[in-house]
């Protein structure tokens, strides 16, 4: 099939290389320049493991192509996406600007009847507004097109998009039209395994689900963080705890980590817009308040166990910090819990020494204070350090040598807020641990 995508984001990007590599002739509109000179060079503007190989593959193969020039973008194609940023407006709500621009444009440039998948995360009710603005402005230009207006939430993972996009546990196309549901079905058939990934949904139910399932992941991860501040109280566990209740199918063992708190650009996100959106219809959310103020506490948790373990002030302390990135596999720092502490380490008078295989440039731009330096490598940044503390589980953190570490660190402490480790190992070695939610080890 010929498709264009308007946006060459992550979600774009991924969406576009992914369904080239498939065979489809694929085209991405992207307006900004420097990210256009990027792709056109055969780059990708962020890290994303396996993306950069298969976009630079298929668009040597001519089956994937970028432009600035939505018209000839359109020429030939059956399948619109737009797949523009949703960022968060000053009131939480999802700020719609760029996707009603990317519908404005479309009604201005579709030359026949057509199909327009919104991918982008919207507010419930947006395709069908989308789906407004498009007609209205075909009639304005007196363009006699039929246009049907399709939402496909995309569920990606960063660190794993381009393998989430090949194997999707669940495909949700909303569409009240059979004819866009055929065409959608017969452009998803290379990933419908067993040929029961499809879910067909009416348009605001696919529109919810994207948001539904951010939640209810959200909401996982800050009970599991409330239930690690209790295990610590009650002497118990949370790694076993997790083990015990995971084993419950009902429950399952995915997504059950206690931690510094979820960061990235979505859950954060998401959730504030699921509660304004309730707020718009008069509903209240105190459940989806309550797991942002969770995370909000838990991204505070690491600073008060260091500032316990070296005395009420860091004035003239240094803390090695492995790990800026949200989660591991990617440079993203948005909403990152490494932030959060850095900058509350800085604030009580400490020096940082930072390290992040990939999201160093990321973190330096973010964060401008002489007190935070980057280091190249794992080790340096323990050099000179009273105390280490681990924010995402990068695999090189997952087994340091803690002799070695012991020897190093003035103050002989890790905070490993991951709960990689293994408590008792790391005391056996000349280290104090202090973990998430693990006995009584507070
Ligand atoms: C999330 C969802 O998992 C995807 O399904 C969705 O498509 C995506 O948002 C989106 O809306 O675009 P992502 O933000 O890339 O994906 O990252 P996750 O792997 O979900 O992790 C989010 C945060 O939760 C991270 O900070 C991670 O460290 C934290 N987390 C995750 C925990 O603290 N504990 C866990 O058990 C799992």
């Given amino acids: 099939m010929n498709l264009a995508i308007i946006g060459a984001g992550y979600v774009g990007l991924v969406t576009g290389a992914c369904l080239a590599d498939v065979g489809n002739r694929v085209v991405c509109v992207e307006r ?19 993306l950069a190989e298969m976009a ?18 359109l020429s030939d194609a059956e399948i ?11 009131d939480g ?3 719609l600007g760029h996707v009603l621009e990317a519908s404005a444009a479309l009604g201005r440039a579709i030359p026949r009847d057509m199909v327009v998948v919104v991918k982008s995360t919207v507010p419930v009710g947006t395709c069908h507004r989308v789906q407004a603005l498009i007609e209205e402005t075909l009639r304005e230009r007196g363009a006699p097109w039929r246009v049907s207006v399709a939402s496909n939430p995309e569920f990606l993972k960063e660190g794993s998009a381009v393998d989430d996009f090949q194997r999707p546990d669940r495909i949700v196309i ?30 605001r139910s696919a529109e919810f689900t994207k948001y539904a399932s951010n939640v209810m992941l959200a909401t996982r991860i800050s009970l599991m963080n409330e239930l690690a501040r209790i295990a610590e109280k009650v002497g118990a566990d949370i790694e076993a705890v997790r083990h015990g209740a995971g084993a419950d199918p009902r429950i399952g063992h995915h997504f059950l980590y206690a931690g510094v708190g ?6 954060p996100k998401d959730i504030q817009a699921l509660a304004r959106l309730a707020a718009d219809h008069g509903e209240s959310t105190p459940l989806l308040d309550s797991v942002q103020r969770v995370n909000e506490e838990q991204k505070r948790v690491m600073a008060a166990k260091i500032r316990r373990h070296l005395g009420p002030s860091l004035h003239g302390r240094c803390v090695a910090l492995w790990g800026l990135a949200f989660k591991p596999n990617t440079d993203d720092i948005r909403e990152a819990p490494s932030l959060a502490l850095v900058r509350e380490l800085l604030a009580d008078g400490a020096t940082v020494r930072a390290y992040d ?6 973190a330096r731009r973010a964060i401008d204070h002489p007190g935070l330096v980057i280091v190249p490598n794992a080790l340096a940044a323990c050099e000179g350090a009273d105390v280490l503390t681990v ?11 803690f002799r070695g570490l012991a020897g190093r660190l003035k103050s002989r402490a890790i905070f490993d807020g991951r709960n990689l480790y293994d408590p008792e190992y790391v005391e056996s070695c000349g280290l104090a641990y202090y973990g998430i939610g693990r006995g009584a080890r507070p």
């Fill in 32 to 50: 900004n320049t420097e990210r256009l000179r990027v792709l056109r060079g055969g780059g990708i503007p962020f890290f994303e493991p396996g």
């Fill in 56 to 73: 630079a593959h298929n668009a040597q193969a001519g089956r994937l192509a970028f432009t600035d020039d939505l018209p000839s973008a």
């Fill in 80 to 90: 619109v996406f737009i797949a523009v940023g949703t960022p968060a407006d000053e």
């Fill in 93 to 95: 709500s999802a700020d």
């Fill in 174 to 203: 909303g569409t009240e039209d059979a004819r866009a549901l055929r065409l959608m079905a017969a452009l998803y058939a290379p990933y419908n395994r067993n040929r029961d990934r499809l879910i067909h949904t009416d348009v």
């Fill in 262 to 267: 979820y960061g990235g650009s979505c859950f």
């Fill in 357 to 362: 295989p990939v999201a160093a440039d990321n």
């Fill in 391 to 401: 924010v995402t589980e990068w695999r090189e953190f997952k087994s340091p040598d």
